[in-house]
């Protein structure tokens, strides 16, 4: 199977030029903020809907800003060289990285303000924050980014235009669509962590909060050295690979610890 992406990343709309990228990420925000709203109602009934829909707008701004400076800061000699292209977030250039610790500084500084359980607030968040990954990696298909090594005889590969290959690899036509593996795996993450939800939510909030910064430093882990467009490096390590492997350590430390502070033992 070939996936072939449109030769345009936008279409014009009213005179507009929509980018399916920007699509991709709003349609992502818009159905994790339902998933939330109905887990809310659901299942995590101790999550207040006014204080989870007053926190999801700045949130998403505060996660989109993490996003972007990280991913700026990786490819800093580009941008200075560029300044403009650091607005231009439809191009794509968010990393999740970011947006996670964008979103965790303003999350921890909000709930404080208002008095809230950060824990509770993270873990419905992070319970639908997969989801909404799996969806916006669609938004690096129609970019052509975000793909691997070239391939041969793969069961599923993609098409990338000669425009967007690298140039060590102008003459290969089909590459990992590590776009989709992602996608996959993120939409696995996400139900597994509405199973495990079942289990923690009344007595070992938390736990959903770091199963999510585990498994999802695990897939980072496995796809990202088949990635090519890794910006940046420590001692030929890719960076997010670097900083996965912190992600396990913390994940796996995190839900011990909060699986201690729950009412009876987890394990």
């Known amino acids: 199977m070939i996936l072939y992406p449109i030769e345009l990343n936008h279409f014009n709309f009213f005179g507009f030029n929509l980018h399916y990228y920007s699509l991709c990420i709003f349609f992502a925000i818009i159905v994790c903020y339902f998933v939330a ?3 809310s109602s659901k299942v995590m009934t101790s999550v207040d809907k006014n204080a989870l829909s007053d926190l999801t707008p ?12 990280y991913y700026v800061l990786l490819a800093i000699q580009y941008f200075i060289q560029n300044p403009v292209a650091v607005f231009m977030v439809w191009q794509g250039g968010l990393s999740i990285h970011g947006a996670i610790l ?8 909000y709930a404080k303000k208002n008095k809230l359980n950060f824990f509770s607030y993270a873990d419905i968040i992070c319970a639908t924050l997969p989801l909404g990954q799996a969806i916006g990696r669609f938004g690096n298909f129609f970019n052509q980014e975000a793909f691997g090594l070239p391939v041969f005889n793969a069961p599923i590969k993609l098409y990338v235009s000669e425009n967007h290959r690298p140039e060590m690899y102008l003459h290969n036509k089909y590459f990992h669509p590590c776009f989709l ?6 939409f696995l993450i ?4 509405l199973i495990l939800m079942k289990k923690t939510v009344k007595d070992y909030d938390g736990v959903i909060f770091f199963a999510y910064i ?11 050295p088949t990635r090519i467009d890794t910006v940046f490096y420590v001692s030929k390590m890719p960076f997010p690979v670097l900083i996965s492997i912190f992600g396990v350590i913390i994940g796996i430390l995190g839900i011990f610890i909060r699986a201690k502070k729950g009412k009876q033992s987890l394990f």
């Not at 964008?102 to 500084?109: D, K, P, Q, V, W």
Request: hydrophobic residues 70%; without cysteine.
């Open 102 to 109: 964008g979103g965790i500084i303003f999350g921890i500084l």
């Open 214 to 224: 585990l498994l999802y430093s695990i897939v980072r882990i496995l796809i990202e």
């Open 58 to 69: 700045k949130l998403v701004i505060f996660s989109i800003i993490g996003a972007r400076v």
């Open 181 to 186: 593996y992602e996608a996959v795996l993120d």
């Open 190 to 193: 996400f139900i597994f962590l």
């Open 37 to 39: 709203l109905f887990l």
